[in-house]
C-alpha cells in the first residue's frame, strides 16, 4: 500500500477543496481509510474516516466534510465544505485492516500513511 495525499492549498475562509488519497498499488477495498490533521502546536487528531460501509467525523468537521471512495476504491477523498482559518493544518490520509480499525480515532491501528498536505485557509 502506497498513499498518495493531495489537494492542499491556500483558500479563503467559506471556500472549498477536495482532498484526494490514492493507492498507488491497489485499492481501498478491505482497508478502513482515515483523514487526519496536525495544526502547529497540537497533536494529530482524526477528521473523517470510512470502515466498511460506514463514515465517521469529528464534531468539529461534521456536516462539513465528507468523507468517499471512488467507484473503484482506489481513491479516498475528503470533501471540505466551509473552511475556516481553524482548519488550517497539514492533512494525512492512513489506512489500516478494516477488521483491526475498530476505533477509527485510534491513530495507532492505522499501518500505512502518507505524507502530508497542507491546507491553509484565511480569514
Known amino acids: 500500500v502506497q498513499l498518495q495525499a493531495s489537494g492542499g492549498g491556500l483558500v479563503q475562509a467559506g471556500d472549498s477543496l477536495r482532498l484526494s488519497c490514492a493507492n498507488s498499488?491497489?485499492?481501498?477495498?478491505?482497508?478502513?481509510t482515515g483523514w487526519f490533521r496536525q495544526a502547529p502546536g497540537k497533536e494529530r487528531e482524526l477528521v473523517a474516516a470510512?470502515?466498511?460501509?460506514?463514515?465517521y467525523y469529528s464534531n468539529s468537521v461534521k456536516g462539513r466534510f465528507t468523507v468517499s471512495r471512488n467507484r473503484a476504491k482506489s481513491t479516498v477523498y475528503l470533501q471540505m465544505n466551509s473552511l475556516n482559518p481553524e482548519d488550517t493544518a497539514v492533512y494525512y490520509c492512513?489506512?489500516?485492516?478494516?477488521?483491526?480499525?475498530?476505533?477509527?480515532?485510534?491513530?495507532?491501528?492505522?499501518?500505512?500513511w502518507g505524507q502530508g498536505t497542507l491546507v491553509t485557509v484565511s480569514s
Open positions: 498499488e491497489g485499492t481501498f477495498q478491505h482497508l478502513a
Open positions: 492512513a489506512a489500516g485492516p478494516a477488521i483491526s480499525v475498530v476505533d477509527p480515532t485510534v491513530p495507532d491501528k492505522y499501518v500505512f
Open positions: 470510512i470502515r466498511w460501509n460506514s463514515e
